[in-house]
């Protein structure tokens, strides 16, 4: 499970590190949050295409689905696997979560705490749990897009027993907290993320700066530089049981050779 992908830089490092890892580790299934990959806001067609074509299985997302509008026409096609969080109302378009097989489902929720107003990401996923009539993926992993660590702590102990995993993304800070919960969920309050190393979590600090420092509107640019930050988890499932066996980090340094 990698965390949020920002922009140009960050789908290059996907594209040189992910291969690699899916093959030295005999990977199953690749879940990345794509909700920053084009410029480093939203998500279009062609950057959702890009990452699927290197070896990512389900993309998720969070706060900035929407900001490319194209991606829109494009939410209720089954063949795109791109999840929106799962706690919009009723009519949205897209879909919260994904069946992969019988036996392994991906969700997507979105947290409440300093970031705004959806419905209850707890109540969504029970839903979501009781929508089975037979059959409930013995596999489920959550990607939870949550601003507040607490939030993602208590959405894990929640779901603990209930959910294969729990990860957070959102603030592109990687947390080293992870680990196996009492009931065998794994769980880490955040992923981090693929993007330059040199940044304001993915930004251009001048960019950001500004913003601190005037109080003044102003738009983000994606940051430049040589080095790029991959951070992910992988965790290792028991299929007959659902239950997580281990989780480790996995990130890397690479350098950024593509402008």
């Known amino acids: 499970m990698i965390g949020d ?26 879940v990345a949050n794509g909700e920053n990959a084009a ?15 290197v070896g990512v299985d389900v993309i998720t997302s969070g706060a900035h689905i929407w900001d490319q509008r194209e991606i829109i026409e494009y939410m209720n096609d089954e063949s795109l696997p791109l999840l929106r969080p ?9 879909r919260g979560s994904i069946r992969i097989s019988d036996t392994v489902g991906v969700v997507n929720l979105m947290g409440r705490v300093f970031v705004g107003n959806f419905d209850d990401p707890f109540q969504s996923v029970d839903h979501y749990l009781q929508s089975f009539e037979t059959g409930i993926p013995l596999v ?23 959910v294969s995993a729990l990860v957070g993304t959102h603030t592109h800070v990687a947390t080293c907290d992870h680990r196996i919960l009492p009931k065998g969920t794994a769980y880490v309050s955040d992923l981090g993320m693929v993007g330059p190393m040199d940044s304001i ?22 940051a430049n530089g040589d080095m790029i930050r991959f ?18 980090r996995i990130d890397r340094i690479i350098e950024y050779h593509e402008r």
Request: net charge negative; aromatic share 8%.
């Open 5 to 30: 992908i920002v922009g140009r830089p960050g789908r290059y490092g996907v594209s040189q590190v992910l291969p690699t890892l899916k093959a030295e580790y005999s990977i199953d299934l690749v």
């Open 231 to 248: 951070n992910s988890v992988m965790i290792d499932i028991d299929e007959n049981t659902g239950r997580a066996e281990a989780i480790e």
């Open 140 to 162: 489920i992993l959550v990607d939870f897009h949550a601003e507040a660590t607490s939030e993602k702590a208590a959405m894990g102990w929640y779901l603990d027993g209930r």
């Open 86 to 94: 799962l706690n919009y109302p009723p009519g949205v378009p897209g």
């Open 39 to 53: 410029a480093g806001f939203g998500i279009t067609r062609a950057t959702a295409n890009e990452l699927l074509t």
């Open 201 to 222: 979590i993915g930004s251009n600090p001048t960019d950001v700066l500004a913003r601190f420092l005037t109080q003044m509107p102003g738009r983000l640019k994606v």
